[in-house]
């Protein structure tokens, strides 16, 4: 039986787009989508490379599946920006190359990944991915590229559930998950600050609201997360409080202010040395058991 999936949910709703009338936007956000899909295909080819991912069976089936798609995503997006008349791809901005690379330069995030921390970060960047996917569908107007996008979102929908399935049993293989969780959490914001200041500017010139479609989002990420907790049996205090304030941002979008504020604010000193730090010890604790006893 198919593990059911939430849906993105919006407080209030979005006016339509027509890709032709705000033509510049909306070749930068297929472009985003462009080289979203490209490091997803560069990051699910690795997920079986023992260099960056600790050997496990756990993505022996699910990669090549991921793989495969991918690179289908990756030739509609080229079909829908020929179709705008887009003759070659814009390149990635500095930004997108930072969030799409830094996670597997090995100087954040230490390498090779558990296989827990692997499949989050495959739920996380699947599960933003079609909650931004799912809202560009529903607002465009022009029935080629719609129908694109509605083919996409329904492999994405696969990968979802694979990686519910993924994540799922890699939780129940992985007792300390959550002090994991909140450090390579603050990793991957650390990675995704820039980029999300680019994104506001293009949805508004789709005429779309940032922050009522990063607003469902992120609760839609959550759901997304909670329905591989609940499967691996692992709903606790810290997941409650996850709940209700993914749900309050979900329902006051108004509160993105803040996450878009502290987008501004300085980097914290010495965060990335600690997230590195801790991925190490962390590390060095699995390799030496006896060490950590």
């Given at each position: 039986m198919a593990i059911p999936l939430p849906e993105p949910r919006l407080a209030r709703p979005l006016p339509p787009c027509d890709p032709f009338r705000h033509r510049?936007?909306?070749?930068?956000?297929?472009?985003?989508?462009?080289?979203?899909?490209?490091?997803?295909?560069?990051g699910f080819e690795l997920l079986t490379d023992p260099r960056y991912v600790e050997k496990s069976d756990l993505f022996d089936k699910a990669a090549p599946r991921l793989v495969t798609d991918e690179a289908k995503h990756l030739e509609d997006v080229r079909w829908m920006l020929a179709r705008l008349g887009a003759d070659e791809i814009?390149?990635?901005?500095?930004?997108?190359?930072?969030?799409?690379?830094?996670?597997?330069?090995?100087?954040?995030?230490?390498?090779p990944y558990k296989p827990s921390i692997a499949s989050l970060f495959c739920l996380f960047s699947e599960g933003f991915g079609y909650a931004f996917l799912h809202h560009l569908h529903a607002v465009t107007l022009d029935p080629p590229i719609k129908a694109r996008l509605a083919a996409n979102l329904a492999d994405e929908q696969m990968h979802l559930r694979l990686s519910i399935s993924v994540l799922q049993r890699a939780l129940e293989r992985d007792p300390d998950f959550i002090a994991d969780f909140l450090v390579y959490f603050s990793g991957y914001t650390l990675l995704a600050r820039q980029p999300l200041r680019e994104i506001r500017a293009v949805?508004?010139?789709l005429g779309l609201d940032f922050e009522v479609v990063v607003a469902?989002?992120?609760?839609?990420?959550?759901?997304?997360?909670e329905v591989a907790l609940?499967?691996?049996?692992?709903?606790g205090?810290?997941?409650?409080?996850?709940?209700?304030?993914?749900?309050?941002?979900?329902?006051?979008?108004?509160a993105v202010r803040?996450?878009?504020?502290?987008?501004?604010?300085?980097?914290?000193?010495?965060?990335?040395?600690?997230?590195?730090g801790w991925g190490r010890r962390r590390q060095a604790a699995r390799l030496n058991p006896?060490?950590?006893?």
């Open positions: 510049a936007a909306y070749i930068r956000m297929l472009s985003y989508l462009y080289h979203a899909e490209a490091a997803a295909l560069a814009p390149p990635p901005t500095a930004a997108e190359r930072e969030l799409w690379e830094g996670w597997r330069r090995g100087d954040l995030f230490v390498l949805l508004n010139e469902s989002s992120v609760r839609f990420v959550y759901e997304l997360f609940a499967r691996a049996g692992q709903r205090r810290v997941w409650g409080v996850a709940d209700r304030l993914t749900r309050l941002i979900a329902e006051h979008p108004h803040l996450i878009h504020a502290s987008m501004y604010l300085p980097e914290p000193p010495l965060a990335r040395r600690l997230v590195y006896e060490a950590r006893a």
